[in-house]
């Protein structure tokens, strides 16, 4: 994908999703793409991407806004740094503003996003809402828990203490 292209690709998402435009949110993305949220997991498909910020993060909060910098990209993947805002209505962090810091990759097909992972530290996000620190830890070891499981990981572990073991 050309850079310019991709500037808008993400910006149009970001836009989308501000808005809360769940529709055009899922049009940034190929009929099977997939979105990785750091938090609700896996969403495959337009339909189920769409469901996501709107039953999700539209339905957890208000005054929500998502802004993509820098963004680079080169042939089938894309990189950009976020931040994002919005104030919580869970009535546990009723009136929280929350504001996230993140890096998302983008894998690239046919001018939209096949598949999208983003990495954050959600433990800003915990502080600022007022988590239980007992219960980010839960949250937190389970994360840690699927990186580990996950296949690419394993491989990098495997070849990263292969270098050190005799």
């Known amino acids: 994908m050309e850079q310019a292209a991709f500037e808008q690709l993400v910006a149009r998402m970001g836009e989308a999703a501000s808005r809360g435009d769940a529709p055009g949110f899922a ?5 099977d793409g997939i979105y990785h949220d750091y938090i609700y997991g896996a969403f495959t498909g337009r ?11 539209h339905a957890h909060a208000r ?9 680079v990209a080169r042939g089938e993947t894309g990189y950009a ?4 805002r919005f ?3 869970m009535p546990q962090f009723e009136g929280r503003e929350v504001v996230i810091d993140g890096i ?12 999208y992972w983003e990495s954050v530290n959600a433990g800003v996000g915990h502080v600022q809402l007022g988590v239980e620190p007992a219960r980010s830890a839960k949250v937190f070891a389970r994360w840690a ?15 990263a203490r292969a270098r050190y073991e005799p």
């Open 27 to 31: 049009a940034c993305f190929t009929p």
């Open 47 to 57: 339909e189920a991407i769409a469901h996501m910020l709107a039953d999700h993060f």
């Open 63 to 71: 005054d929500y806004d998502w802004r993509f910098f820098d963004p």
């Open 81 to 84: 740094r976020s931040l994002s």
């Open 87 to 89: 104030v919580s209505t």
């Open 104 to 115: 998302s990759r983008f894998r690239l097909k046919d001018g939209l996003i096949a598949e």
């Open 145 to 159: 828990g699927e990186l580990r499981e996950r296949p690419d990981v394993q491989a990098y572990v495997a070849v």
